[in-house]
């Protein structure tokens, strides 16, 4: 699944893209004057092969939860157990991410792909992305979601330790890599326009400051961030664990898989999946913060041709986020100093995403409405 899968990424279509610029330049306004918006609109109509795009519409977030060893060397104080109580929290529509998913009316998909905490009795969840759900409710001016659901996929209950063993077996990583990918696929099949990720995992920062780290080739140092918010000398553990992985398991980003295996987590290879999968399908991926861009970095070195497929919701404040952006060359639609992951950042920056579509869709060009060019 994972070699066809990248066999499916192809390069942004460039007729589609002159198609769009041309259009851009005939719309009733300046040109260049939406900034930012015109070219991702752009590129939106390159990846969609077609101008003007699909609105990208209805949104699905993609919560893939999981983890990790590396909790045992004090990085974050937070126990290990907040991990399955958020994704209780999640199904139960009272996070911050249902909060904005209800705004935007986008669904919410919880993937257990590496849980610790055993979370529902067999039967009680899905085996596979769900299709559908029942109502949750409507916000005002927002439009229908689907309650929450909950996709058993657990590969192993946590990780191992990457400051003393590698994190996971190349299978271990494989696997989760697949199950992004079918998540991925099932979201769209379903009727998905737009895919956002999401994420949950007590101590989840650290590997990704060490997956940063091994794919831009930064410093450790300038890939850590504080996560939740830890002091100083839990700050300075988790530089020092960061660097000592990457010295102890030389990971090679020629091999995305290995690195994974090596310093990821579950999540975060699932992740990379989730956007190989959006990309092979030619559906934008909103990436959220810097779980997201850290696996995004997988994904690009898995297939290259998988950027173009990804919109950089929000620039995190996590530091490797920034570092991650730059080496995607991707430029974050906003910047509000969010670090709280679950996807929050990416449907914040959905209407932002909409816009830029729209705006090819419903905008008279000058011709068409009788208006004066200069």
Not at 20 to 43: C, I, N
Not at 138 to 167: F, I, Q
Not at 328 to 343: A, Q
Not at 359 to 372: C, I, K, Q, R, Y
Request: glycine share 12%; aromatic share 2%.
């Amino acid at each position: 699944m994972l070699e066809s899968t990248i066999a499916a990424v192809r390069p942004l279509d460039e007729p589609a893209m002159v198609a769009a610029r041309e259009l851009q330049g005939r719309l009733t306004k300046p040109a260049g004057s939406l900034g930012a918006l015109e070219e991702l609109s752009v590129r939106l109509a390159g990846l969609a092969g077609v101008c003007p795009p699909p609105l990208p519409e209805p949104a699905a977030v993609a919560i893939f939860a999981g983890d990790h060893g590396v909790h045992a060397q004090g990085v974050t104080p937070w126990p290990q157990e907040v991990t399955a109580q958020m994704i209780g929290n999640f199904l139960a529509g009272g996070a911050v991410v249902n909060a904005f998913a209800r705004q935007a009316g986008a669904s919410v998909t919880v993937v257990d792909v590496g849980v610790a905490t055993p979370l529902l009795p067999a039967g009680q969840a899905d085996a596979a992305a769900p299709s559908g759900g029942a109502a949750q409710g409507d916000d005002a001016g927002a439009g229908p979601s689907t309650a929450p659901r909950l996709v058993a996929a657990n590969v192993r209950p946590g990780t191992r330790d990457l400051a003393v063993t590698a994190a996971l077996t190349r299978d271990e990583a494989r696997a989760a890599v697949e199950t992004g990918i079918r998540v991925a696929g099932e979201l769209v099949d379903a009727g998905a326009g737009i895919l956002l990720t999401g994420d949950m995992g007590i101590a989840n920062t650290t590997p990704a400051a060490a997956l940063v780290a091994a794919f831009a080739g930064v410093d450790p140092a300038a890939a850590t961030g504080r996560g939740t918010g830890v002091d100083d000398p839990t700050y300075a553990r988790k530089v020092d664990v960061v660097r000592a992985a990457l010295a102890r398991h030389a990971p090679d980003p020629a091999d995305p898989l290995g690195v994974l295996a090596a310093v990821g987590g579950l999540e975060h290879a699932a992740l990379a999946g989730l956007i190989l999968g959006a990309a092979a399908r030619r559906v934008p991926v909103l990436l959220d913060g810097v779980i997201a861009v850290s696996a995004a970095l997988a994904a690009a070195a898995f297939a290259p041709d998988a950027v173009g497929a990804m919109v950089a919701g929000h620039r995190s404040a996590e530091p490797g986020a920034t570092a991650a952006l730059r080496h995607l060359g991707l430029d974050p639609l906003i910047d509000l100093g969010l670090r709280l992951g679950e996807g929050t950042g990416a449907l914040l920056a959905l209407p932002v995403v909409t816009g830029a579509v729209r705006v090819l869709h419903e905008v008279a060009t000058f011709d068409s409405a009788g208006v004066s060019e200069k």
